[in-house]
Each structure stands twice: as structure tokens, then as C-alpha cells.
């Protein structure tokens, strides 16, 4: 295993606040923070289909995102419903580690739009202990 996914894995591997960015269809660039988790290649975060995000992302899939010294391009692209049997190791691994606050009211599950966002990572740079990644 590469070294930045190592350490990937160890500092985002759990509930994380990351900034996301899109771009609309006028150009105009958008950016919000996102509660997400890295998985080998890639983020995940549970978002709603019809929002301003995966509106988007729907128009344009290349999107940034950026935490915890990190920042890279990744490619979004929406998994469906959280339900589905396709989803099932993800939608596990997003409960367990949004579980402080995932049955706050703000996620429905019985809503077909509650769906996952995989954020694919294409290129980045990460900084540890002195020691900047570039992928």
C-alpha cells in the first residue's frame, strides 16, 4: 500500500469534516463541508440526490476536496440509494461512523434521495510530519 494511503486511511478513516467544491452549470464555484469517511481510493459521504451538490456534480463530476492538510481533485458520482444491496459495506461502514449523529432527524433513510456520494481521488497533495505527498 502507498504511504498517502496509509495515511489517508489512518487520519480520515472516520467521521471527518471535509470542504467540498463543485462548480455549477454558469461556472460559478460552490463550497460546503461535508461529514465524509476515506475508503481505500476514495471518500464517502451521505447527501441528498436533489441538492445544489449532486445537482453539480450530475452537470460537471470533477470536484475538490480539502481537510486536515489535504487537497486533491476527485470524481463524484452518486451510488444511489443508501438501501441498496450495492451499497451495503459502505452504507454499514457511513452508519457506524456517523453513528453520534446520524439518527438526529437529518438523515432518512426511507427517502429514495438520501444517497451516497463516492468521491474518487485523481491527484493530490498531503502533508505529514514534515513530509509533503504529491499523487
Not at 16 to 28: E, Q, Y
Not at 44 to 60: G, L
Amino acid at each position: 500500500m502507498k504511504k498517502y494511503i496509509e495515511i489517508l486511511n489512518e487520519r480520515f478513516g472516520k467521521d471527518s469534516l471535509m470542504a467540498l467544491a463543485t462548480v455549477d452549470s454558469k461556472g460559478m464555484p460552490w463550497v460546503r463541508t461535508v461529514n465524509a469517511i476515506f475508503y481505500e481510493d476514495s471518500f464517502y459521504t451521505i447527501t441528498y440526490a436533489i441538492s445544489n451538490k449532486m445537482e453539480h456534480i450530475k452537470n460537471n463530476s470533477n470536484i475538490a476536496v480539502s481537510g486536515e492538510w489535504f487537497s486533491g481533485h476527485a470524481i463524484g458520482e452518486n451510488l444511489g440509494h443508501i438501501r441498496l444491496e450495492k451499497n451495503r459495506k459502505i452504507a454499514d461502514m457511513l452508519r457506524k461512523e456517523f453513528s453520534s449523529w446520524y439518527d438526529n432527524g437529518h438523515t432518512n433513510e426511507d427517502d429514495p434521495n438520501t444517497v451516497i456520494l463516492k468521491m474518487k481521488l485523481t491527484d493530490g497533495t498531503l502533508f505529514d510530519n514534515g513530509t509533503k505527498y504529491e499523487f
